[in-house]
Each structure stands twice: as structure tokens, then as C-alpha cells.
């Protein structure tokens, strides 16, 4: 059962009222009904909701319990993507947001086989944002991962990053857990298909940038940014004061 998203905060009654594509959703696909319960989210919070009306255009349901969401994972993890051919895009946001990443950001590479103009660069930012949206409906985040629109290399590596993780097929080095210790914002960089290029991984080191490889293999970009995540989330990162 998917948890939704709600629009707005209970009223001082405890109600919420659903319309829209989820009411549609609720009430059709999932063939909820009156006394029927289903789970919810606000930021920070999950909720179960018992339904006490439903029809195509509006579900109206009042809340049984209301707790704090678990402890969210306590790396602050941006993925820096190189633009990836074909629809790959797509999956990498939807398991991403499983992992527990924070946010995405599409990344404009030297060897970046696929190039977009801001037109569709604006058309397929709706899609992807859809993806994380339906992907936080799947997985039971609180809030949707952040995917923002895609950028120049040069401009993400100058974000101030705390760590910044350089994936490279030519790093001596694994990328492990022991990588990451201590708080901040955290991000990963996964080149294109042809790999990110000397000069760019240079420019990438003088950010403050580690080198780094994920496996004796090379990797899909889809693969490459799924592994580092793991390796990053699940890193031993003291909590937030």
C-alpha cells in the first residue's frame, strides 16, 4: 500500500481532505473505502488515516495516529549525475529516493552523449520531479527527493560541498564507508558514459574533490550511483547537533 503524500496539515478536527490525481488514485485503483484506512506523510511525519467518504474528486478522512517519522539517514547526500542516454534518468531518481538519498542533480559533462536545450531541459525536469513524487508515494519518504535542474560540471563541484566524492575508473582507491566520517553535506559525482575527463576530474580535485573508484568493473552510470549511495547512507556519520 502506498503512503501519500497529504497537501496540507490535518484541521483543528483532525480531518484532511485528498483531491486530484491520489483521491482518483484512492478511490479507483486501490478501491478504498468508508472505514477504510490507509497510511499518509507530512514532512517529519506519518500518519494512518481512516477514510469517511471517497469518490473520484475528493477522499475525505480523519487521522487515527499521528508519530514523528524514524530518524531519516544522517548523510546529506547530493548525487551529481552526468546526463545519461536513453530514459535512465528515471530509474536512478526512483532508486535514489529509495536509498535515501537527499536530492539529485543533473550534471552537463564533456562526454555527455545526450544534450538538451532549456526547453527540454524544462520538460523533462516536470517528469523527473513526477518520478521522486510517485517514488515517495512507493517508498514511504516524508518528503519527495529534491531534483533539481541540470547544471554544468564546473558549477557543481563549486557548491561548497563538505566531501566531495569523485568517482573515477583510474582512483587507487575504493570508495568505502570509512571515506565519509564526521557531519555535513555530502556529495557523489558519476560521469557519463565515456567517463568523466582528466580535465574535468582535475577541476573536480581542485574543488577539494576525492578521487575515488567504486569496483575493479566499470559501471553503468545507473549502477555507479546506486552503489555510491549505499556506500555513502550507510557510512558511520555522527548525527546533526
Known amino acids: 500500500m502506498p503512503r501519500f503524500a497529504l497537501p496540507a496539515d490535518p484541521d483543528e478536527a483532525g480531518l484532511v481532505t485528498i483531491a486530484g490525481s491520489d483521491a482518483a488514485h484512492i478511490s479507483g485503483a486501490l478501491r478504498i473505502r468508508a472505514g477504510d484506512r490507509?497510511?499518509?506523510?507530512?514532512?517529519?511525519?506519518?500518519?494512518?488515516?481512516?477514510?469517511?467518504r471517497a469518490g473520484p474528486a475528493e477522499v475525505v478522512a480523519r487521522v487515527l495516529y499521528d508519530v514523528p517519522e524514524p530518524a531519516a539517514p544522517r548523510v546529506d547526500l547530493t548525487l551529481l549525475v552526468s546526463l545519461p542516454k536513453k530514459r535512465l534518468m528515471e530509474p536512478i531518481i526512483e532508486k535514489a529516493s529509495e536509498v535515501g538519498a537527499r536530492a539529485l542533480q543533473p550534471v552537463i559533462a564533456e562526454r555527455c552523449i545526450v544534450r538538451i536545450d532549456d526547453e527540454k531541459a524544462e520538460t523533462r525536469l516536470v517528469r523527473w520531479r513526477r518520478t521522486a513524487q510517485e517514488s515517495q508515494k512507493q517508498c514511504g519518504r516524508t518528503e519527495p527527493l529534491a531534483v533539481h535542474p541540470p547544471v554544468p560540471l564546473a558549477e557543481t563541484v563549486r557548491q561548497g560541498w563538505d566531501r566531495l566524492y569523485v568517482l573515477h575508473e583510474s582512483a587507487e582507491e575504493l570508495l568505502s564507508p570509512a571515506?565519509?566520517?564526521g557531519e555535513g553535506r555530502v556529495a557523489a559525482l558519476i560521469g557519463p558514459e565515456g567517463g568523466l575527463s582528466p580535465g574535468e576530474v582535475a577541476l573536480a580535485a581542485e574543488a577539494g574533490g576525492i578521487v575515488r573508484r567504486l569496483a575493479t568493473n566499470i559501471l553503468k552510470v545507473d549502477t555507479a550511483a546506486m552503489v555510491a549511495a549505499a556506500i555513502l547512507i550507510a557510512s558511520p556519520w555522527r548525527p546533526r547537533r
Not at 490507509?38 to 469517511?52: D, H, I, K, Q, T
Request: hydrophobic share 50%.
Open 38 to 52: 490507509f497510511a499518509a506523510s507530512r514532512p517529519g511525519r506519518l500518519l494512518e488515516l481512516e477514510v469517511l
Open 179 to 181: 571515506d565519509a566520517p
